[in-house]
């Protein structure tokens, strides 16, 4: 039974790996397209620096200098995201951030990034927010809109 | 001397440092819940104290959070059976607090759930103090505050809020 273990673990391992790597297939970004805050923060914070356009796609424009064009579930606000993006070099950073909820329940992220990828744009981001934008944005003391 | 001076300094400062720590509001079974005072959907401010003498459950929710609005059916049930208990004794009251922005969007939803409770908002998403004050990490989120103030439950859900609710005021 014992010889046995090792080969249960490996096939658990297997599975379970299997599991992860399909959960993050499903989404539209990669891992390497998220941005962390801090980096956002000091790369907002550099004086003198290229910034990312960054754009909110959430209930709140909260963080400072970013467009706001509203929650990407609806349709509309696609739409304007789109008109905000028609004359972007397609080479530009472009950074987007909701942060009602965690990824998993957040119903606006996922439209705005399948726009960016649509409209070709190569260095396209999402913020990387793991609760809400209070607890890993405005709680950090990061730049916020007044 | 001038060592002692300095850790006497520390320690002043330790202990003063912590005794602010302390007055910052704890949100846990046993402490009074902290005033909460917005407007409504009237622009009225409208305080948590003035429902004192309920079981009062603070009810932390926006448009934009799809599992709080999946829960209004579930409160508007919970308040057509236990507001009523009142008379003569304590009833549920509810405190919906949104952090909604759009004021349109948080009036159509307290029109489309017909809540018949207290609703107040400043309007400010994350950014709302009443989310610093409360330590408010995600939402739905909910405090039960008893008819004295204090809070008693913290973020039920719900058979357990119900369950909690039924046995309380039968309790009373």
């Known amino acids: ?146 | 001397m001038k060592k002692i001076k300095t850790v006497f300094l520390l320690l002043t400062i330790l202990i003063f440092g912590s005794k602010i720590q302390a007055q910052e509001t704890r949100i846990r079974t046993g402490e009074m819940a902290p005033e909460i005072e917005l407007p409504n959907i009237k622009g009225e401010k409208t305080a948590l104290s003035s429902l004192r003498g309920n079981l009062v459950l603070i009810d932390f929710w926006a448009t934009w959070c799809a599992p709080c609005v999946e829960e209004q059916p579930e409160l508007k049930k919970l308040y057509t059976k236990y507001n009523h208990l009142k008379s003569g004794g304590i009833g549920l009251e509810i405190f919906g607090v949104s952090l909604d922005n759009k004021k349109e969007a948080w009036e159509k939803s307290i029109r489309k759930f017909n809540m018949a409770w207290v609703q107040v908002s400043d309007l400010k998403y994350w950014t709302s103090p009443v989310a610093q004050t409360y330590h408010i990490e995600a939402l739905p989120y909910n405090v039960l505050v008893d008819e004295k103030g204090f809070i008693i439950a913290l973020n039920l859900h719900g058979k357990e809020l119900e369950g909690f609710i039924d046995s309380y005021l039968k309790k009373e």
């Open chain 1, 1 to 146: 039974m014992k010889k046995l273990t090792p080969y249960f673990s490996f096939i658990f391992m297997l599975v379970f790996s299997a599991a992860v790597q399909a959960q993050t297939a499903k989404e539209p970004w990669t891992e390497s397209q998220l941005i962390a805050t801090q980096e956002l923060a000091d790369q907002i914070n550099a004086p003198g620096k290229p910034k990312p356009l960054i754009i909110n796609i959430g209930p709140q424009a909260v963080i400072k200098g970013s467009v706001d064009v509203g929650p990407g579930k609806e349709k509309t606000n696609i739409k304007a995201l789109e008109k905000t993006l028609a004359k972007s070099d397609k080479n530009k950073e472009v950074v987007i951030y909701c942060g009602c909820c965690p990824f998993d329940k957040c119903p606006n992220i996922r439209p705005a990034f399948n726009q960016l990828k649509d409209m070709g744009f190569t260095n396209a981001r999402l913020l990387n927010i793991p609760k809400n934008i209070k607890t890993d944005w405005i709680d950090k003391g990061y730049p916020v809109n007044d």
